[in-house]
């Protein structure tokens, strides 16, 4: 057995050295290609909304997501939401189930290349559709501790990255990635997360408000991989450290691949 402690040395402190060679943008690249491939994927969740207080608040919700073709550009802005054919980035919608006072209440959300992501907000009290831009992106989703900017998957060649440090959080070996976004409505003035070394999935963010003062942090839970490949949290906590108020998103079902195309992903869909 001696015979081999050198060599088990070896690839085990040539392997740490390479992990910590690696630079944050190296590092993100990876997990984005780790996490590619899905191409759609649903879930149904439970919304708690935990005030100042503790009195609580639930709610459930459809999650949808359409992975990006890859193909082409932006498209139109002004008819963004009415197409069914729109290259470029992730396309993702969320609607409210119940409780009743927020049925039909949903979210319509394109990720672009190259410039600002487009979301849409559908209020069905009013029966119209509103489009979030600028700094209204900063705003509470619907009372959550989420922002509509949260709701957007990041896409990774809009921020600035830099790696911190390398150390253990929740039992695992983490990457620690400080993120600083390149466009200029972002609410936050930068992120710090902790991602996996194994499976390079984050597992907490802390996020920083435009003063650099801590703003929220973020933890992903209960890490599932799905069809063999993705790894999914089923439980994601932000803990809002100025207001003192806290939203957990539980994932009750969850599905890969189901099929979904970009009529999906429309104004009309969005207001069904």
């Known amino acids: 057995m001696m015979r081999y402690f050198p060599a088990i040395l070896f690839f ?6 390479h992990a910590q060679s690696l630079s944050g943008i190296e590092i993100m690249k990876e997990q984005e290609l780790r996490n590619t491939g899905y191409r759609d994927e649903k879930s149904i969740g439970q919304m708690l909304l935990i005030g100042s207080h503790g ?13 990006k073709s890859g193909a082409g550009g932006d498209g139109e802005a002004a008819s963004v939401a009415r197409s069914s054919r729109i290259p470029g980035g992730d396309k993702s919608l969320i609607k409210f189930i119940k409780p009743v006072d927020i049925q039909r209440t949903g979210l319509l959300s394109y990720q672009n290349k190259n410039r600002n992501d487009d979301q849409w907000l559908f209020l069905p009290a009013m029966g119209k ?29 809009k921020y600035d990255y830099r790696f911190v440090k390398q150390e253990s959080f ?6 620690v990635v400080e993120s600083r976004p390149r466009f200029t409505d972002s609410a936050y003035s930068k992120t710090v997360s902790w991602i996996r070394t194994d499976n390079y999935q984050t597992v907490k963010t802390d996020f920083y408000d435009l003063k650099e003062r801590p703003l929220k942090t973020a933890l992903f839970e209960n890490l599932t991989l799905t069809n063999n490949r993705f790894w999914r949290p089923l439980k ?9 108020k806290q939203t957990d998103l539980t994932i009750s079902a969850l599905s890969l691949d189901n099929g979904f195309k970009g009529d999906d992903f429309t104004q009309m869909a969005l207001e069904r």
């Open 55 to 67: 009195e609580k608040t639930e709610r459930e919700f459809e999650f949808r997501k359409l992975e």
């Open 129 to 157: 559709t509103k489009r979030i831009s600028g700094a209204g992106k900063s705003g509470s989703f619907v009372g959550s501790e989420f922002s509509y900017e949260d709701l957007i998957p990041p896409d990774i060649d």
């Open 170 to 175: 929740g039992g695992s070996d983490c990457f």
């Open 236 to 244: 994601i906590s932000v803990k809002n450290h100025q207001n003192n």
């Open 12 to 17: 085990l402190f040539t392997g740490m050295a």
